[in-house]
């Protein structure tokens, strides 16, 4: 599966971006799918996750409240809203695909929350 994070941007600090991911390939819906984020000199960092139906998802406690994760399967995406925007939200977002063992990654997208 090959993906493709689009939605990133500056916005001011109480704000709101929609992040959207684009999958091509076959079986989408096999798919949980996440997002993760990045910045310089630290590690990976887990953002949210939803299953293969969309009907069960998970935030990190940093997001709980703020961000909703959701997927279309029928569009192959998976979208995440996030709300009231801090600056510590900044970073490099990414989308995620785990199946079979095995994490598939998009190229990421630069999430900046000015204070």
């Known amino acids: 599966v090959q993906l493709q994070a689009s939605g990133g941007g500056l916005v001011q600090a109480g704000g709101s971006l929609r992040l959207s991911c684009a999958a091509s390939?076959?079986?989408?819906?096999?798919?949980?799918m996440g997002w993760f984020r990045q910045t310089p000199g630290r590690e990976r960092e887990f953002v949210a996750r939803i299953n293969w139906s969309g009907e069960s998802t998970y935030n990190a406690d940093r997001v709980k409240g703020r961000f909703t994760i959701s997927r279309d399967n029928a569009k192959n995406t998976v979208s995440l809203q996030m709300n009231s925007l801090k600056p510590e939200d900044t970073a490099v977002y990414y989308c995620?695909?785990?199946?079979?063992?095995?994490?598939?990654w998009g190229q990421g997208t630069q999430v900046t929350v000015s204070s």
């Open positions: 390939g076959r079986s989408f819906s096999r798919y949980t």
């Open positions: 995620a695909a785990f199946g079979g063992g095995i994490y598939y």
